[in-house]
């Protein structure tokens, strides 16, 4: 039975080209991506070994062929880190991130009158918010869990221009927080309500691992209109596992949309 490193492995090669590591296309190719063997040639091992990591037979690869396996897929930085944590060579995490917010993180979020912001928990949870950043996302309706809300909520399918990509994103970011503390309580809890909503099942089953956030969302606002918005993400170094999102209009049309938010704040 495949493993969770195993089912990984496949979907990354599956995402892989031929043409992407140099390899002929060929005729009789039946997968969409690299054959085992191609991977497996690629990583320096042997074809017996490559498959027995993507059967589940062998879950446990020195750093040395992880790192190879990781070049052979083409993984970006995250995702060699996920595969680093599924094969066991890198520790999880060693416990829950802290929900309180220090006070002067909450002042300097008051501050920023004309950028909404807010920190993110260990679960994607909304742990404190400056009034824009809630006007922005309608009050967080039903739930201040982002990931509960992109699949759960009604309303932040309509608010999302390009909904579909910003669901894929936030899950890709979700599959590395799992990895990194599997048995948090937290973290499963979500997993199980999302777990309901077929959209999430058929993302999550992508096995996608994403690090770096989206770098701009357009948001489709009742009361703002289209608002085009960069993000910056920043690591909380006082508490770690919580991250600064703060966003930033950069069109003349957008900044008055946020305007609008923030007169209807009063």
């Given amino acids: 039975m495949p493993s969770a490193l195993g089912e990984f492995l496949q979907a990354a ?29 690629l990583a320096g091992v042997s074809v017996d070994y490559y498959m027995r990591l993507e059967q589940g037979r062998e879950t446990a690869p020195s750093g040395a062929v992880a790192a190879g396996v990781g070049r052979a897929l083409r993984l970006d930085e995250h995702g060699l880190g996920h595969l680093y944590r599924l094969a066991g060579l890198t520790p999880p995490r060693a416990g ?6 220090e ?10 009158r004309a950028h909404p912001a807010f920190v993110l928990g260990q679960a994607f ?8 950043a809630e006007a922005l996302f309608l009050g967080f309706p039903g739930t201040r869990n982002l990931l509960e809300s992109t699949f759960l909520v009604p309303e932040m399918r309509g608010l999302y221009s390009d909904w ?3 669901a894929r994103n936030t899950v890709a970011g979700f599959r590395i927080l799992h990895a990194a503390q599997p048995a948090d309580d937290r973290i499963r809890r979500v997993l199980d309500r ?3 909503d077929a959209d999430f099942r058929a993302m999550w089953a992508d096995r996608l691992v994403v690090g770096r956030r989206l770098e701009s969302k357009t ?14 993400t920043f690591d909380v170094r ?10 930033r209009a950069v069109t003349d049309a957008s900044r008055a949309g946020l305007a609008l938010l923030n007169d209807r704040n009063g």
């Fill in 219 to 232: 948001f489709h606002h009742p009361h703002g209109g289209e608002i085009d918005l960069r993000i910056q």
């Fill in 103 to 112: 006070d002067d993180l909450l002042g300097l979020l008051g501050d920023w």
């Fill in 96 to 101: 829950a991130t802290d929900e309180r917010v």
């Fill in 164 to 166: 579909d990509v910003v």
């Fill in 13 to 41: 090669r599956d995402r892989v080209r031929p043409a992407d590591v140099g390899l002929s296309e060929g005729e009789r190719r039946r997968v969409p991506g690299l054959r085992r063997e191609e991977v497996a040639m």
């Fill in 125 to 132: 949870d909304v742990l404190a918010a400056n009034p824009l």
């Fill in 194 to 196: 999302v777990g309901a």
């Fill in 238 to 247: 006082a508490a770690p596992g919580q991250e600064l999102v703060v966003y």
